[in-house]
Antibody
Framework: QVQLVQSGAEVKKPGASVKVSCKAS????????MNWVRQAPGQGIEWMGR????????NYAQKFQGRVTMTRDTSVSTAYMEMSRLTSDDTAVYYC???????????????WGQGTLVTVSS | DIVMTQTPLSSPVTLGQPASISCRSS???????????LSWLQQRPGQPPRLLIY???NRFSGVPDRFSGSGAGTDFTLKISRVEAEDVGVYYC?????????FGQGTKVEIK
């Protein structure tokens, strides 16, 4: 079955960077876009961007352009999201989510990681 | 950006009774390929979201048939025919027609 397993919780100081990983299994990693979203405590969901693991091509939300980098390592079926210049506003749970095919899941996020809490505090 | 507006933001429901959530987009969600990429997600307390409905009205694998979606263009609805205890959580509509993908604010479904 499809599984996305994310790296563990992080505590960072303002101005630092964080890199979250998402290891995929149970499907062909290079065949599906991987999206990253975040959810601040008690808040809604915010889309950050996506990467196609086959080409490495990315689409980022304008809000995160220049501060977020999404990469992948196909040899270990893992996607990464790195964010720099962290502030307290970046405290959130970060999720990776597979984007399903148009025909079978209508670009819906059909599998999710368990989430990674990133806390930014001095 | 396409703004997704959900109503109500909170929906107290009696077990066994229906529930309905509305989602309105600031622009048409019809893609140039003819599809409408409007999905619904359920997030139970303490869990990641889960895909319920895609392309307006298609139930994802394993989703009970008490969940249904409808709508077109800019107006969409998620209905739960008979709410069960396990349906408690927050429901989000989301669009993947135009970048950036965006989400509604969420509607909290709770038992009266």
């Amino acid at each position: 079955q499809v599984q996305l397993v994310q790296s563990g919780a992080e505590v960072k100081k303002p101005g630092a960077s964080v890199k979250v990983s998402c290891k995929a299994s149970g499907y062909t990693f290079t065949g599906y876009y991987m999206n990253w979203v975040r959810q601040a405590p008690g808040q809604g969901i915010e889309w950050m961007g996506r990467i196609h693991p086959n080409s490495g091509g990315t689409n980022y939300a304008q809000k995160f352009q220049g501060r977020v980098t999404m990469t992948r390592d196909t040899s270990v079926s893992t996607a990464y999201m790195e964010m720099s210049r962290l502030t307290s506003d970046d405290t959130a749970v970060y999720y990776c989510a597979r984007e399903g095919y148009s025909s079978s899941a209508g670009r819906g996020f059909d599998s999710w990681g368990q989430g990674t809490l990133v806390t930014v505090s001095s | 950006d396409i703004v997704m507006t959900q109503t109500p933001l909170s929906s107290p429901v009696t077990l066994g009774q229906p529930a309905s959530i509305s989602c309105r987009s600031s622009q048409s969600l019809v893609h140039s390929d003819g599809n409408t990429y409007l999905s619904w997600l359920q997030q139970r307390p303490g869990q990641p979201p889960r895909l319920l409905i895609y392309k307006i009205s298609n139930r994802f694998s394993g989703v009970p048939d008490r969940f249904s979606g409808s709508g077109a263009g800019t107006d969409f609805t998620l209905k739960i025919s008979r709410v069960e205890a396990e349906d408690v959580g927050v429901y989000y509509c989301t669009q993947a027609t135009q970048f950036p993908w965006t989400f509604g604010q969420g509607t909290k479904v709770e038992i009266k």
